[in-house]
């Protein structure tokens, strides 16, 4: 099993669609997340960090459950300019300093 | 502004051609890190430094080499490129992941073509 496990898609939905993506780890002991936001040949940028239950940024909504081991990014409202790549990443327990990657979920959002 | 920086963002090199990329950063982050990056793929870790400690992956190749010569730098070498080789090569740093917000933040990136 994968560390860290996404859908890689697509998912191909029209402007104003809510889409949700879910993330999976297996490292239970694991203590932060994030998701990134990755344009085509660019750098990956980050889009929320998850760090307790959940958290909240406009059309973002990233909510966290530790005891099913999983992350999940809500998009409400998709834009255009949504359309990209999102990486779910979680840093590994304390002492290692690593951050573990999903393969990225892409998104295409359609006009 | 506080930000990660790579140099070049384009190299071109010739099979076997010794390359070095490098890295800075404003942030003054402890923890400095090289990724590869193929396409339609996720990063790879390569190595990374907590201050001057160097931690290699165990799957990296020998043909890869990193320097840290101060906070701020750091250099990934490829001693002899091959055509696998070819990709983004991508640095980041973070804080101590001992403190809270311990973000990872990228560079731009470093194209590397390979002929």
Redesign the interface.
């Known amino acids: 099993r994968k560390e860290v496990e996404q859908d890689p898609g697509p998912f191909n939905v029209p402007e104003g669609a809510t889409v949700a993506f879910n993330c999976t780890y297996s490292n239970s002991a694991s203590q932060?997340f994030?998701w990134y936001r990755q344009d085509c040949?660019?750098?990956?940028?980050?889009l929320m960090?998850v760090?307790s239950s959940g958290n909240e940024d406009g059309r973002f909504t990233a909510q966290l459950n530790r005891a099913s081991q999983y992350i999940s990014l809500l998009i409400r409202d998709s834009k255009l300019s949504d359309s990209a790549t999102y990486?779910c990443?979680v840093?590994s327990p304390?002492g290692?300093?690593?951050?573990i990657?999903?393969?990225?979920t892409r998104l295409k959002v359609l006009a | 502004d506080a930000m990660v920086i790579q140099n070049p963002r384009y190299q071109v090199t010739q099979f076997g051609k010794p390359v070095t990329l490098s890295c800075s950063q404003t942030l003054n982050h402890n923890v400095m890190y090289w990724y590869q990056q193929k396409s339609s793929q996720a990063p790879k870790l390569l190595f990374h430094y907590y201050d001057k400690d160097f931690n290699n992956e165990a799957d990296t190749p020998d043909n890869f080499q990193s320097r840290r010569p101060n906070t701020s730098f750091c250099f990934l070498d490829i001693r002899s490129p091959g055509l696998g080789d070819a990709a983004m090569y991508l640095c980041a740093t973070s804080r101590d992941p001992g403190l809270s917000y311990n973000e990872q933040f990228f560079g731009p990136g470093t194209r590397l073509t390979v002929l």
């Open positions: 932060s994030f040949r660019k750098e990956p940028k980050l960090s760090y990486l990443v840093n304390s290692t300093y690593k951050y990657f999903g393969t990225g």
